[in-house]
């Protein structure tokens, strides 16, 4: 491509992109292919000849498109968000016009030295104390499997990178049942075993773990012999919200000596407002907190921001130095590869920096203070409503509700069948979890350009189908 067909090309695919994100409220917010839809209209074999860009570009209209579930929709009140923004996307643009592997301080000094100063810039916006170092990771997961990696090892006085597992004394994990899947994946990865995650119960409206049982679950595993080595406290569990009391976990983690980390992957961002602090007291207590900035913060997914108590703990667990990824001469340079699972590593500071500096810490908060009441108000409309149920009361943007009408045996069934509809309606999304034994329906309010009328508009959408679903 030559250097005018890649402008034109570009003004082409930025255009594209602004006309796409101003039209996207006014598609189907879930993708209404069926399975094999998409991939039925693609060849079976690759082009031989290239083929003109004016094909590939209509054919991403054509082909692509009906395809995808739009993220950015305004009515996107599925999971938790993956939200963007302009200032992210301009970012991201330029990032790919870079397209820099920023493995070593030397691969791009600007992008580790970028790095260092905003997850300095998180660290002081989420109220977190100095004294932890900030990386951003690829995701929560990759962040809390580099926690228990460092945890596992710090608990075997670093001899299980050295010698393997085998043989070794049994390292135990406590956790919530609230906890995401990730933890049970790292844990597995890990080494250290499903059976060796120790699920502790609950207690409170906030669905903490209990901290007494988990002392005595600390207790009973060091006198049976097996090594406690690390708690996952969570601070906006996936499926209601759920927070660990954190200070009395950290206290429980700091009289055993055991590691703490901490997955705030959504709640985290939300840190950013003084008055929902309460919900984070004791972090500063934790070894490791990891939260999404690609979740609730306007940044493009990937960027997970890790801040860790101790970073050498954590570089002698990952940090690997061949002779051909070694900064020569620039002794005490940060290379982030070394506090990371994969080695390479995109420019991602710069969404970051351009988010922060765009909209400035209150124009954040605002946003996020918006979500929070906006999620409050629907959920005091469900609450009034007959025919419904608010089955977990909102923590921060999160609720869950289920339809629950007079004289309905299997509500269930029933409400697995309304969320189907209402994503086969597409003026919204939603998706289910299952609480205290029931199937249950989230409504989380986290989307970039979701106005309140939208939240509004999608109850009006559920009420409507939920009415018709039980007409028959
Ligand atoms: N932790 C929590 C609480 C989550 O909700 C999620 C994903 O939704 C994750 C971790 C995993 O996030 P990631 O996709 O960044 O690995």
């Known amino acids: 491509m030559d250097e005018e067909t890649f402008r034109a090309w570009a003004r082409r695919a930025a255009d594209w992109s602004v006309d796409y994100l101003s039209g996207v409220g006014e598609r189907p917010v879930r993708a209404q292919v069926a399975p094999g839809e998409v991939f039925r209209q693609l060849p079976d074999a690759p082009p031989v000849a290239g083929e003109p860009m004016e094909r590939i570009f209509s054919d991403l209209d054509r082909v692509v498109m009906p395809g995808m579930t739009h993220w950015q929709h305004p009515r996107f009140f599925a999971y938790f968000?993956?939200?963007?923004?302009?200032?992210?996307?301009?970012a991201e643009f330029v990032t790919a016009a870079l397209a820099a592997q920023c493995m070593l301080w030397q691969t791009s000094p600007a992008a580790t030295e970028l790095e260092t100063r905003v997850m300095d810039w998180l660290r002081q916006m989420i109220g977190l104390p100095d004294g932890f170092s900030g990386v951003i990771q690829d995701s929560a997961s990759g962040a809390t499997l580099a926690a228990l990696l460092t945890a596992r090892e710090r608990a075997l006085g670093f001899t299980g990178n050295a010698q393997g597992l085998a043989g070794g004394p049994t390292v135990r994990v406590y956790a919530s049942e609230q906890v995401h899947s990730s933890v049970d994946?790292?844990?597995?990865?890990?080494?250290?075993?499903?059976?060796?995650?120790?699920r502790i119960p609950v207690t409170g409206s906030l669905h903490g773990m209990d901290p007494?049982?988990?002392?005595?679950?600390?207790?009973?595993?060091?006198?049976?012999?097996?090594?406690?080595?690390?708690?996952?406290?969570?601070?906006?569990?996936?499926?209601?919200?759920?927070?660990?009391?954190?200070?009395?976990?950290?206290?429980v983690a700091r009289r055993h000596g055991v590691f703490l980390h901490v997955d705030a992957a959504w709640a985290g961002s939300a840190m950013i407002c003084p008055e929902f602090r309460d919900l984070i007291r004791g972090a500063d207590l934790a070894d490791s907190l990891v939260f999404n900035p690609h979740k609730w913060l306007f940044t493009h997914f990937d960027c997970s921001a890790h801040f860790v108590r101790d970073p050498k703990a954590l570089t002698d667990t990952l940090g690997l130095r061949p002779t051909y990824l070694r900064t020569l001469g620039r002794d005490g340079v940060v290379d982030y590869n070394e506090w990371s699972i994969p080695l390479g590593r995109?420019?991602?500071?710069?969404?970051?920096?351009?988010?922060?500096?765009?909209?400035?810490?209150e124009a954040l908060q605002g946003m996020i203070r918006h979500h929070v009441a906006w999620a409050r108000d629907l959920a005091e409309v469900i609450a009034a409503e007959p025919d419904f149920e608010l089955t977990t009361a909102p923590i921060l943007s999160l609720f869950t509700f289920r339809f629950a009408p007079a004289g309905a045996d299997d509500l269930d069934a029933l409400n697995a069948r309304l969320v189907e509809r209402i994503n086969d309606d597409g003026r919204t999304y939603?998706?289910?979890?299952?609480?205290?034994?029931?199937?249950?329906?989230?409504?989380?309010?986290?989307?970039?350009?979701?106005?309140?009328?939208?939240?509004?508009?999608?109850?009006?959408?559920?009420?409507?189908?939920?009415?018709?679903?039980?007409?028959?």
């Not at 994946?185 to 060796?196: C, F, H, L």
């Not at 906006?236 to 919200?241: F, L």
């Not at 329906?441 to 989307?447: A, E, P, S």
Request: hydrophobic content about 50%.
């Open 430 to 472: 939603l998706t289910q979890t299952r609480h205290d034994g029931r199937f249950v329906i989230r409504f989380q309010v986290g989307q970039t350009t979701t106005t309140r009328e939208d939240v509004m508009t999608a109850w009006a959408a559920v009420r409507e189908i939920a009415a018709g679903l039980r007409a028959g």
């Open 185 to 198: 994946k790292a844990v597995r990865i890990a080494g250290i075993g499903d059976a060796n995650l120790v």
């Open 81 to 90: 968000p993956a939200n963007a923004s302009p200032p992210s996307l301009v």
């Open 212 to 251: 007494e049982a988990l002392d005595a679950a600390i207790r009973a595993d060091r006198e049976a012999g097996l090594v406690p080595a690390a708690i996952v406290a969570c601070l906006g569990g996936t499926g209601i919200g759920a927070c660990d009391p954190i200070e009395a976990v950290a206290a």
């Open 346 to 361: 995109r420019f991602r500071a710069l969404k970051l920096w351009f988010v922060i500096r765009s909209y400035g810490v």
